[in-house]
Every structure is written in structure tokens, then in C-alpha cells.
């Protein structure tokens, strides 16, 4: 039953001086319930970037034209829709984070309309293997006690499901730790193939996988010799791969699966992470001396020929001068016998970065067309990364060709999908021409939102690709990332309430673009920036030039007054700045180890609460000097990972929330009053109010009578409505959230694998 808060007020009150204890010194529990049902269904889109992601696997249908799928390390799978020009993304209804990464994709070669995924995003939790019979409408859930790292290394070899084209009744699966698996009834039951060589290690340590230390990532894929079988019986001969230091790195079966034995002949110098047949009967090889996609100095590429047992070394460049690096994707063309494609791995910053090299005559010759490659980034601007033209790419961990079109090449890299339909030009050595192929793909991590109450609804901070000022949620910026400087991720991000035209940025910079540092403020709400430092601040970063990773630089948090007046820095000794960053002032009487944060009100002040012993700090001379005094309402003893906010447009106004505990204070922190029975929240944000001068909207991501989700709450967090559904859940990977300060019941989500969502009511 709900209750009003003014009810529930005056019952503790009664009860608290009846025990003779004063109401001031205990303030009083407001209680929270939940609905599961909002008011109103709310609608769900893709704020768009066309960011695309790493994506580790392309596979099409060998029946059925224009059917391909792709599969992605922590945003889970999508299907290529071919009369709306977009992928589909196939898991949004699971709620699991870990089966929202996908270690593994087969579509059935016999009947097109059915699907596995192999979903299992880290190896120390449970896995599953999803199977649909409609190409990914419905799914069936099959929990298998075999583990998964589809976001761990080697994510980019394989593919370790596969399907018996003979009889598709048949699946192998060739796992990272637990050896090789059997299913005989469409993934409905898997056993243990118990005279395979490789048995596997078991599950990795907590906290851990086995390649952190030197090792490989088990099995790396599963092929079958098509022509070694007869429709309705299984296939005789199996190929399977092994990345972990062995006996041999190549097994076969020669009996569907009753025998193995090592390959004879194999290279032993290297392991294999690809392979494919092509119609003749030749097997193609890719081999490294590490599984990728970091890590590789070396590699091959070779041909098996089954028929004689003879091994042909190919490599598109073995002359001793070479640069370091090995091979990645390969693609077998179906329709021409001794064509291929392959890409180079690991060759970032050296002789112009990873490359592409295509043979006509079983790899006897190779050409590298890279040079005379070009690729029109149009639908996803933030390519160029500052230069000229964007790069070929790295992690070029696959690559395909269209089964039915010849012309049709496809690549992924670390960021995004490349295509093109005329690379027989490069057989006439004539330019190629390639168009990013990823609408419908936000595969990232989100790592800050920001909704001003002015200028641009929305200001993002992204792992990897920096981040984003969205004026069109519906148009990928035109400009690009944040520039000057140029951010592999954005760790930080903040606006001045009052003057929002003042944005300011943190993160990891690029170390060979120009305006290098790990700082950057706007004074035109985030279209255009300027570097600052804080003097003697580490301002190294990654190498750039698409390929850069993320991480931060040690610069922490940096967060603006009201008015934006004022810059204060809160790594080491808090320090402000009155002069965009041009010199810093150590602020009086604030601790170390205590995270301040700025009145959305009152430009002249800042808050500090140490939950450990109960102290507010606060600065009423814009951050200048500090003082404290005792918290009311507290019963907090552990601080670590509680979270203290400000409201928009209220002075004094903050909120604490962590460890299932939420508190409210309208007093600038002088006292906090607990909410009974609150959700569990892992991000908080604030919107537009439901009514002219209400209280702002609480977003929320967390859970709630023990459902994981979305929640809204219009009446200072007395009760929740669930916001999202049972088909929007995102594997419930949530980073961030931010409410519209402008439009009621908008709010924005960040996600860890599926880009930005913003929401609206439904009408």
C-alpha cells in the first residue's frame, strides 16, 4: 500500500517523542515503494553515432542471399536487415550482463532460419547458448557448463560454434577452458567430446583468465569438410583449432567425431586462430604466435590441401624486413576457387598500420590494395579522428566475402564495419571503394552523460571514441569526436547550470595529435575547444590515428561552479581555478580523499561530505576555504562508492545514494534524511519536473523488488515506476543516466555495450 509522505511523517514523529528522544536530532525515514508498470510505456531509441565497435566476427548464410550477421565483444549480436539498410541488434531483451557478450555465431547452413549464439561475455560466469529458429525473432535460452570470454583476448579467432552441414542436427563448440562439445539435437544437450585431445583447463581463476598469464584461449574454431559427407549422415572429416601450447595446434577426424589425431605436417611455430574451406577442398589457415588481438609480432598464412596432405606456406610477406605483426581476418571467396583476402594484425605506427592483401591464385601471389582503398566515413564523421581521411583501421580480427557476390568484401576493426562491391577493381589494379557498413551497430561504452537546459540536449563522454555534442539525436555529429584536444576515452564531464554555454571535459588524450593534454573546456556549449592543465600534470596519452585505447591520465574529476566561474580540480589537493585553468589556488580546509561537488544553484558554493565520520565541508567564497560541521541523519560508516549529487536549479539541495541507502538533504548537508526501502541505484540523474515548479524527475538505474531496470520517480523518490521493459534491458549494463531538464519523462541512458538510449513517453 502507498502512503502519503506527509502520513508517514507524522506516525514516526508520534512514535519518536513518545520514546522521548527529540525529532530534531533524528531526521525522519521517508519510504519508498515501487510499481513495476509506468503511467505510460515508454519508447526506446539509439541516440546515434553509427559507432559501430570491435566486432570480432562476420557470418553469412552459405543459402540464403543477403542473410549475415555479425557478433560483437560486450554489445552482443546483430542481423543485417537488408530492406531497411540497417542491423538489427538480436539480444536487447536479455537481462543477464554476462550473456551480453557473444563468444560465438553459427547460422545453419542447411536451414537459414536457424540461429545459435554462444553468449558468455567473461569466463568466470555462467555462459549460454541462445538458439533461435526464426534468424533471431524469438530465442531460446540453453544454460551449458562450459565457459565463454567474449570479451576476453582471442575474442577475435574462430569461429568456435559450429554446425554440421550434413546434418544440422549436429553443433561442435570448442570452448576456451572445458575442451570440445557435442550436441546431437540442435543445442538442446551438450556432452563432452571425451577423446579430444585438448581437455581443457577448467574455470579460471577468480577474477581472472588463463591467457593474462602467457597462455592461449583454448579451441579456436571448428570446421568441417563439406564434401566428406552425404546429406541427412554427419560429416566426416572436422578441423578443430587449439591456441594453448600443445602436442599439435591442428587436430582432425576423419570419422565424424569417433577419432583425433594431430594434423600431420602442421607448422609448430605458431597457433592457428582461422580457417576456412574453399570449394575445391583446400583449407585456409591464419597462424600467430599470440591469440589477439593485442599482443601479436608474428604470423602466417597457409594452405592445406586434405586430398594429399600437402602444406603450402602463403604468407602475403615474408622478407626479413618486414614489420612486426601477424595476420587476422580471412575471407575465402565460394565462388572463385584460390581467391582470398586476409588483413594484417598488430601493424599500428608502423609503415602506415595494418594492411589488406587478396590473391587470385591460391595465395601463390599477393597484392596489397590497401593503398588504393577509399573509404567514405560520411555516416560516421568521428572516423576521420581529427586527420585528413580515416585509417584502414586495426583489429582487423575478420574479414568475409559475400558468399553470393563476389564483389561484396566486408571488414571490422576496433571501430567500426568497412564494405565494399566492386574489389574486383583491385584485380585491375583500380581503386576500391569502401563505405562504412554499420547503421543500426552502437557498440560502445558510455561513459558520462551531461543535458544542459540550454544549447545542445545532449553532451556525452564515450570509452574510446572520446565523445559527442548532439544538437540532432537522430544525426551522427557531423563534427566528429571532441577535438582540441582529442580524447581516446572522456573519464569526466560537467556544465555550468547557469551558464551552460561552459562545458569541461577529462580523459585520456591522443599523444601525437596537436593540443595535447588531459583537459578541455568550451565556452560555446561543447562545439568548439581549448586545452588547459592544471601545471605539472602528467599530459601523455595514447597513440592516435584510429587506433587508440582508452584509459585515464590521473587528471580525475574536474567540476564547474554555477556560473562556470570557477574550475576545480579534485585530483591530489583540491585546487581552484579563477582563470580557466591559466593558474590554481589550493583550496583551505578540504580533505584529501573526499569528493566535492558544486551547488547547481549558487555559483559561491561547494559541498564535501566525509561519510566515514560524519563531516560536511562547505565553501560559501566559490570554493576558496572550506568548513565543516557535524551531519545529521547519517548512518552510513563506509563511504566507498556512495555517490553525492547536487540538484539542478535548487540551493542546498544534494543526494547520497549507495549500498541500497538513499538520503535527501534540502539543507545543504547540515542534515540528511534517510529513505526507507529505497532501490538498489548504481547511477542517479535529475529531469524535468512532471508539473511547473515541481521537484525535478529521479532517473535511476538499479533495482527494485528484486527486478533490475530502469526506474522514475515524480515525487522526490516516495515511489518508482520501472521505465524500461522486458524487451529493452540492455543486459542491464547501465554507466550513466541524465534526465531533459526541457522535456518531461526524457531521459537519457549511458550503457556498457549498446551505446546511448534516450527515452521518451509514449503517447
Same mark, same amino acid.
Given at each position: 500500500?502507498?502512503?502519503?509522505?506527509?502520513?508517514?511523517?507524522?506516525?514516526?514523529?508520534?512514535?519518536?517523542?513518545?520514546?522521548?528522544?527529540?525529532?530534531?536530532?533524528?531526521?525522519?525515514?521517508?519510504?519508498?515503494?515501487?510499481?513495476?508498470?509506468?503511467?505510460?510505456?515508454?519508447?526506446?531509441?539509439?541516440?546515434?553515432?553509427?559507432?559501430?565497435?570491435?566486432?570480432?566476427?562476420?557470418?553469412?548464410?552459405?543459402?540464403?542471399?543477403?542473410?549475415?550477421?555479425?557478433?560483437?565483444?560486450?554489445?552482443?549480436?546483430?542481423?543485417?536487415?537488408?530492406?531497411?539498410?540497417?542491423?538489427?541488434?538480436?539480444?536487447?531483451?536479455?537481462?543477464?550482463?554476462?550473456?551480453?557478450?557473444?563468444?560465438?555465431?553459427?547460422?545453419?547452413?542447411?536451414?537459414?532460419?536457424?540461429?545459435?549464439?554462444?553468449?558468455?561475455? !567473461?569466463?568466470?560466469?555462467?555462459?549460454?547458448?541462445?538458439?533461435?529458429?526464426?534468424?533471431? +525473432?524469438?530465442?531460446?535460452?540453453?544454460?551449458?557448463?562450459?565457459?565463454?570470454?567474449?570479451?576476453?583476448?582471442?575474442?577475435?579467432?574462430?569461429?568456435?560454434?559450429?554446425?554440421?552441414?550434413?546434418?544440422?542436427?549436429?553443433?561442435?563448440?570448442?570452448?576456451?577452458?572445458?575442451?570440445?562439445?557435442?550436441? +546431437?539435437?540442435?543445442?538442446?544437450?551438450?556432452?563432452?567430446?571425451?577423446?579430444?585431445?585438448? +581437455?581443457?583447463?577448467?574455470?579460471?581463476?577468480?577474477?581472472?583468465?588463463?591467457?593474462?598469464?602467457?597462455?592461449?584461449?583454448?579451441?579456436?574454431?571448428?570446421?568441417?569438410?563439406?564434401?566428406?559427407?552425404?546429406?541427412?549422415?554427419?560429416?566426416?572429416?572436422?578441423?578443430?583449432?587449439?591456441?594453448?601450447?600443445?602436442?599439435?595446434?591442428?587436430?582432425?577426424?576423419?570419422?565424424?567425431?569417433?577419432?583425433?589425431?594431430?594434423?600431420?605436417?602442421?607448422?609448430?611455430?605458431?597457433?592457428?586462430?582461422?580457417?576456412?574451406?574453399?570449394?575445391?577442398?583446400?583449407?585456409?589457415?591464419?597462424?600467430?604466435?599470440?591469440?589477439?588481438?593485442?599482443?601479436?609480432?608474428?604470423?602466417?598464412?597457409?594452405?592445406?590441401?586434405?586430398?594429399?596432405?600437402?602444406?603450402?606456406?602463403?604468407?602475403?610477406?615474408?622478407?626479413?624486413?618486414?614489420?612486426?605483426?601477424?595476420?587476422?581476418?580471412?575471407?575465402?571467396?565460394?565462388?572463385?576457387?584460390?581467391?582470398?583476402?586476409?588483413?594484417?594484425?598488430?601493424?599500428?605506427?608502423?609503415?602506415?598500420?595494418?594492411?589488406?592483401?587478396?590473391?587470385?591464385?591460391?595465395?601463390?601471389?599477393?597484392?596489397?590494395?590497401?593503398?588504393?582503398?577509399?573509404?567514405?566515413?560520411?555516416?560516421?564523421?568521428?572516423?576521420?579522428?581529427?586527420?585528413?581521411?580515416?585509417?584502414?583501421?586495426?583489429?582487423?580480427?575478420?574479414?568475409?566475402?559475400?558468399?553470393?557476390?563476389?564483389?561484396?568484401?566486408?571488414?571490422?576493426?576496433?571501430?567500426?564495419?568497412?564494405?565494399?562491391?566492386?574489389?574486383?577493381?583491385?584485380?585491375?589494379?583500380?581503386?576500391?571503394?569502401?563505405?562504412?557498413?554499420?547503421?543500426?551497430?552502437?557498440?560502445?561504452?558510455?561513459?558520462?552523460?551531461?543535458?544542459?537546459?540550454?544549447?545542445?540536449?545532449?553532451?556525452?563522454?564515450?570509452?574510446?571514441?572520446?565523445?559527442?555534442?548532439?544538437? *540532432?539525436?537522430?544525426?551522427?555529429?557531423?563534427?566528429?569526436?571532441?577535438?582540441?584536444?582529442?580524447?581516446?576515452?572522456?573519464?569526466?564531464?560537467?556544465?555550468?547550470?547557469?551558464?551552460?554555454?561552459?562545458?569541461?571535459?577529462?580523459?585520456?588524450?591522443?599523444?601525437?595529435?596537436?593540443?595535447?593534454?588531459?583537459?578541455?573546456?568550451?565556452?560555446?556549449?561543447?562545439?568548439?575547444? +581549448?586545452?588547459?592543465?592544471?601545471?605539472?600534470?602528467?599530459?601523455?596519452?595514447?597513440?592516435?590515428?584510429?587506433?587508440?585505447?582508452?584509459?585515464?591520465?590521473?587528471?580525475?574529476?574536474?567540476?564547474?561552479?554555477?556560473?562556470?566561474?570557477?574550475?576545480?580540480?579534485?585530483?591530489?589537493?583540491?585546487?581552484?581555478?579563477?582563470?580557466?585553468?591559466?593558474?590554481?589556488?589550493?583550496?583551505?580546509?578540504?580533505?584529501?580523499?573526499?569528493?566535492?561537488?558544486?551547488?547547481?544553484?549558487?555559483?559561491?558554493?561547494?559541498?564535501?561530505?566525509?561519510?566515514?565520520?560524519?563531516?560536511? !565541508?562547505?565553501?560559501?567564497?566559490?570554493?576558496?576555504?572550506?568548513?565543516?560541521?557535524?551531519?545529521?541523519?547519517?548512518?552510513?560508516?563506509?563511504?566507498?562508492?556512495?555517490?553525492?549529487?547536487?540538484?539542478?536549479?535548487?540551493?542546498?539541495?544534494?543526494?547520497?545514494?549507495?549500498?541500497?541507502?538513499?538520503?535527501?538533504?534540502?539543507?545543504?548537508?547540515?542534515?540528511?534524511?534517510?529513505?526507507?526501502?529505497?532501490?538498489?541505484?548504481?547511477?542517479?540523474?535529475?529531469?524535468?519536473?512532471?508539473?511547473?515548479?515541481?521537484?525535478?524527475?529521479?532517473?535511476?538505474?538499479?533495482?527494485?523488488?528484486?527486478?533490475?531496470?530502469?526506474?522514475?520517480? *515524480?515525487?522526490?523518490?516516495?515511489?518508482?515506476?520501472?521505465?524500461?521493459?522486458?524487451?529493452?534491458?540492455?543486459?542491464?549494463?547501465?554507466?550513466?543516466?541524465?534526465?531533459?531538464?526541457?522535456?518531461?519523462?526524457?531521459? !537519457?541512458?549511458?550503457?556498457?555495450?549498446?551505446?546511448?538510449?534516450?527515452?521518451?513517453?509514449?503517447?
Amino acid at each position: 500500500m502507498v502512503m502519503h509522505m506527509n502520513k508517514i511523517q507524522m506516525s514516526l514523529r508520534s512514535a519518536i517523542l513518545a520514546a522521548g528522544l527529540s525529532a530534531g536530532l533524528m531526521p525522519v525515514a521517508v519510504l519508498c515503494q515501487t510499481t513495476n508498470v509506468p503511467s505510460r510505456p515508454y519508447v526506446w531509441q539509439n541516440v546515434k553515432v553509427v559507432a559501430g565497435g570491435f566486432i570480432p566476427g562476420i557470418i553469412f548464410n552459405t543459402k540464403q542471399p543477403g542473410l549475415v550477421y555479425c557478433r560483437t565483444d560486450i554489445g552482443s549480436s546483430y542481423k543485417w536487415d537488408s530492406r531497411a539498410k540497417r542491423w538489427l541488434p538480436l539480444t536487447d531483451w536479455c537481462g543477464d550482463s554476462n550473456l551480453h557478450g557473444t563468444e560465438s555465431l553459427a547460422t545453419d547452413p542447411v536451414d537459414p532460419n536457424r540461429l545459435y549464439l554462444a553468449q558468455g561475455m !567473461y569466463s568466470r560466469d555462467p555462459a549460454a547458448i541462445f538458439r533461435s529458429m526464426d534468424q533471431g +525473432k524469438t530465442f531460446q535460452v540453453i544454460n551449458v557448463p562450459f565457459h565463454m570470454g567474449g570479451n576476453e583476448s582471442g575474442r577475435g579467432v574462430g569461429e568456435r560454434l559450429a554446425i554440421d552441414p550434413n546434418d544440422n542436427n549436429i553443433l561442435y563448440f570448442g570452448s576456451r577452458h572445458d575442451g570440445l562439445w557435442i550436441s +546431437k539435437d540442435t543445442a538442446l544437450t551438450w556432452n563432452k567430446v571425451e577423446n579430444f585431445p585438448v +581437455k581443457g583447463g577448467g574455470t579460471p581463476p577468480e577474477g581472472g583468465d588463463f591467457f593474462r598469464g602467457g597462455r592461449g584461449a583454448g579451441l579456436s574454431f571448428v570446421v568441417f569438410d563439406p564434401a566428406t559427407g552425404t546429406p541427412g549422415k554427419p560429416t566426416g572429416t572436422i578441423y578443430v583449432g587449439a591456441t594453448d601450447r600443445g602436442e599439435a595446434q591442428l587436430y582432425q577426424s576423419t570419422n565424424a567425431g569417433e577419432a583425433w589425431q594431430p594434423v600431420p605436417g602442421q607448422p609448430t611455430n605458431f597457433v592457428p586462430i582461422h580457417a576456412a574451406f574453399d570449394t575445391q577442398g583446400v583449407l585456409y589457415l591464419v597462424y600467430d604466435n599470440g591469440v589477439g588481438p593485442n599482443g601479436i609480432t608474428d604470423g602466417a598464412v597457409w594452405k592445406f590441401n586434405p586430398r594429399n596432405g600437402a602444406w603450402t606456406d602463403i604468407t602475403p610477406v615474408t622478407d626479413t624486413n618486414r614489420p612486426p605483426g601477424g595476420y587476422g581476418g580471412l575471407g575465402v571467396d565460394l565462388r572463385n576457387p584460390g581467391t582470398l583476402v586476409v588483413a594484417s594484425l598488430n601493424r599500428r605506427g608502423v609503415d602506415n598500420g595494418d594492411r589488406i592483401y587478396r590473391t587470385i591464385d591460391g595465395g601463390n601471389t599477393w597484392k596489397d590494395i590497401s593503398a588504393k582503398t577509399r573509404r567514405d566515413p560520411s555516416a560516421s564523421p568521428y572516423l576521420f579522428w581529427g586527420r585528413s581521411e580515416p585509417s584502414l583501421g586495426w583489429w582487423m580480427a575478420t574479414l568475409a566475402i559475400d558468399p553470393f557476390d563476389s564483389n561484396h568484401v566486408c571488414y571490422a576493426t576496433g571501430a567500426t564495419l568497412w564494405n565494399t562491391d566492386d574489389i574486383h577493381n583491385a584485380d585491375l589494379d583500380k581503386e576500391t571503394h569502401w563505405s562504412v557498413w554499420a547503421e543500426g551497430i552502437e557498440e560502445t561504452a558510455v561513459m558520462e552523460l551531461a543535458s544542459p537546459p540550454a544549447g545542445a540536449h545532449l553532451i556525452s563522454a564515450f570509452g574510446d571514441i572520446g565523445g559527442f555534442t548532439h544538437n *540532432d539525436l537522430k544525426v551522427s555529429p557531423r563534427d566528429g569526436m571532441h577535438l582540441h584536444p582529442l580524447f581516446t576515452t572522456t573519464s569526466s564531464l560537467d556544465f555550468a547550470q547557469k551558464n551552460p554555454k561552459i562545458v569541461i571535459r577529462s580523459g585520456s588524450p591522443v599523444r601525437d595529435f596537436p593540443d595535447r593534454g588531459p583537459l578541455s573546456y568550451s565556452l560555446d556549449g561543447g562545439h568548439h575547444w +581549448k586545452p588547459f592543465s592544471l601545471g605539472g600534470t602528467n599530459t601523455t596519452g595514447r597513440r592516435g590515428g584510429g587506433g587508440s585505447q582508452g584509459g585515464g591520465v590521473g587528471t580525475g574529476p574536474v567540476i564547474l561552479s554555477a556560473d562556470g566561474s570557477v574550475f576545480m580540480s579534485t585530483v591530489g589537493t583540491v585546487k581552484i581555478s579563477t582563470n580557466r585553468g591559466a593558474t590554481w589556488i589550493p583550496v583551505q580546509g578540504f580533505p584529501s580523499g573526499v569528493r566535492p561537488v558544486a551547488d547547481r544553484f549558487n555559483p559561491a558554493k561547494f559541498y564535501g561530505l566525509n561519510v566515514a565520520d560524519g563531516k560536511i !565541508y562547505r565553501s560559501t567564497d566559490g570554493g576558496a576555504t572550506f568548513t565543516t560541521n557535524d551531519v545529521t541523519g547519517l548512518t552510513v560508516t563506509n563511504g566507498a562508492g556512495m555517490r553525492l549529487l547536487a540538484v539542478p536549479g535548487r540551493e542546498g539541495d544534494l543526494w547520497l545514494y549507495g549500498h541500497s541507502l538513499l538520503y535527501h538533504s534540502t539543507d545543504g548537508g547540515a542534515s540528511f534524511t534517510p529513505l526507507a526501502n529505497p532501490p538498489d541505484i548504481s547511477t542517479l540523474g535529475f529531469g524535468k519536473a512532471a508539473r511547473r515548479n515541481g521537484y525535478p524527475a529521479l532517473y535511476i538505474a538499479g533495482s527494485a523488488n528484486g527486478q533490475q531496470g530502469l526506474f522514475r520517480s *515524480d515525487n522526490t523518490g516516495v515511489t518508482w515506476a520501472r521505465i524500461n521493459d522486458d524487451q529493452h534491458q540492455w543486459g542491464n549494463r547501465f554507466r550513466c543516466i541524465a534526465g531533459d531538464p526541457r522535456i518531461y519523462g526524457r531521459v !537519457y541512458v549511458g550503457t556498457d555495450g549498446r551505446g546511448i538510449f534516450y527515452g521518451d513517453i509514449g503517447k
